[in-house]
Nanobody, 126 residues
Framework: VQLVESGGGSVQAGGSLRLSCTAS????????MCWFRQAPGKEREGVAG???????EYADSVKGRFTISQHGAKNSLYLQMDSLKPEDTAMYYC?????????????????????WGQGTQVTVSS
């Protein structure tokens, strides 16, 4: 399984970015995917997650500003980030995990995920 992120960059506060993650080598029909971020000196945190049933979950810090979506046919995951703030500055990672229907799964918890991309940097200036 390979995950490749793109779309990061530098933007001023209040601006927008759209991150993309393309997955390859994965054939399961049930899965969970999540965007995580990690700023220097801080722990990795779950930002937005989605599963193959369309269930979504967001960190409180991004609710109302970020939107996660997916395109199954393209094996792609997206993160639309609006009203960006300097505190959103971080390396953003895409993660994927097989999901077993009926079993609980914490979308925003990093330990739940096996497959990770290399990350894309987002920098928001004030």
């Amino acid at each position: 399984v390979q995950l490749v992120e793109s779309g990061g960059g530098s933007v001023q506060a209040g601006g927008s970015l759209r991150l993309s993650c393309t997955a390859s080598g994965y054939t399961y029909s049930t899965y969970s995917m999540c965007w995580f971020r990690q700023a220097p000196g801080k722990e990795r945190e779950g930002v937005a997650g989605i599963d193959s049933n369309g269930r979504t979950e967001y960190a409180d810090s991004v609710k109302g500003r970020f939107t996660i979506s997916q395109h199954g046919a393209k094996n792609s995951l997206y993160l639309q980030m609006d009203s960006l703030k300097p505190e959103d500055t971080a390396m953003y990672y895409c993660a994927l995990e097989t999901m077993t229907l009926g079993l609980p799964f914490n979308l925003l918890v990093s330990n739940e995920y096996t497959y990770w991309g290399q990350g894309t940097q987002v920098t928001v200036s004030s």
